[in-house]
């Protein structure tokens, strides 16, 4: 088959669908920004597209985001008019409509069947709004209404795809019903033969300093250090984990950036907003202890997790990161916010601990328990390692299922979708 993959920073959650379809003999095409001239990856045939029009200016603060949306989906049709012009017919498109890309690809394309990433739908219930009150909404009463534009493109694609897939369950259900019966819901996928166990690790802290797995290593890990995964609750309990393990070392990984939420304060950073909060409750001695390593590369990061004694993750309702499951793949015993993306993978006592996400004297409490009980802690790391196999192993159960999904949507009558 001819397939089209459709993604704004490809290869995005398709980095293994992708070349397992090539290697399956089917022609894969993927319409990204993120290369400015063709190329080949993996299999995969690369084709930039631009954005051919800036936003305009005095919009409506609520069609802003929108905007940006409408102007991708025009430039990825345009883009894709020129293939089609070139005789390129897609049996199959699979994309991830999050940035508008793929909302007008159906008036190209009517017989191609199409497959959507539905990553997350905005809801004014059960999820990341209003869930933190250290962050009000200056007009709380308005923005069910906004959320209601930003859905403009997830209700633009109801019309789009043939087929969904959703990574977890929590992600999959804040979506209306009118989508949830087209939806399946599977992982991404950690390849948990290379996110595994490793007592010979050793993570290089910098200026002469480095970590074993027979150190007292407590890790946090997000893209981004941010409040929507619970950096500030992280950094609040800090000085008193500090006190309460005076041999541990305390490793953070994350940009300075903002992937979720709100911008800080113009000229400041997220994270240093919250050293600035705690450091004067802490000697100098013990923050000599804390390390900032920025973004890390990968097989860093995987040293990271096989040294770690602890490691805290924390989330707001929202979608669930790569790294919790990757951390459990890992087998490190695992304190988590008991928020609901948790509850499917973290099970308090068996795989994990979960404790308030407002509460940082209990995520103290959870971690100390943790590195005190050793036996627990391993108990945990195992059973969690154990469900990473079972439940979230790349090669075994997620990609399996992902290419049953493709044969699913290949068999299907294209454009049964109509409003």
Known sequence: MNI??????????????APALARAGHKCVALTLRVETPTDWRGVQLVPYRI???????????????ESKLLRGESCYLAAREMKAQGFEPDLIVAHPGWGESMFLRDLWPNARIGLYYELYYTTHDGDMGFDPEFPQKMPELEAMRLRVKNLNNMMHLEVGDLGISPTEFQANTYPEAFRDRITVIHDGIDTEIVRPNAEAVLD?????????????????NRNLEPYRGYHIFMRALPQ???????AR?????????????KPPKGRTWKQIYIDEVR??????????????GRVPYDQFLSLLQVSSAHVYLTYP???????????????PIVASDTAPLHEAIHHGETGRLFPFFAPDRLVEEVCGVL???????????????????????????????MKWIDRLASMEPGRITM
Not at 280 to 293: E, Y
């Open 4 to 17: 089209l993959f459709i993604h704004q920073n490809f290869p995005g959650q398709y980095k293994h669908l």
């Open 250 to 262: 305390v490793v953070l990984v994350g940009g300075d950036e903002v992937s979720y939420g709100a």
């Open 318 to 332: 929202f979608v669930l990161s790569w790294s919790l499951i990757e951390a459990m793949s890992a087998g490190v």
């Open 205 to 221: 802290l910098g200026d002469g300093v480095s970590v074993t797995a027979q150190d007292e290593v407590i890790t946090f890990v």
């Open 52 to 66: 051919r029009r800036k936003p305009g200016e005095g919009l409506h603060p609520w069609l802003v985001d929108f």
């Open 372 to 402: 005190e009980d050793r036996d627990m802690a391993q108990g945990l790391g195992r059973a969690a390692r154990k469900v990473a196999q079972e439940k979230y192993d790349l090669q075994t159960v997620c990609l399996p299922q992902q």
């Open 280 to 293: 004067g409750r802490i000697a100098t001695p013990d923050w000599q202890r804390v390390h900032f390593l």
């Open 241 to 247: 984990l500090l006190k309460e393990r005076p041999k």
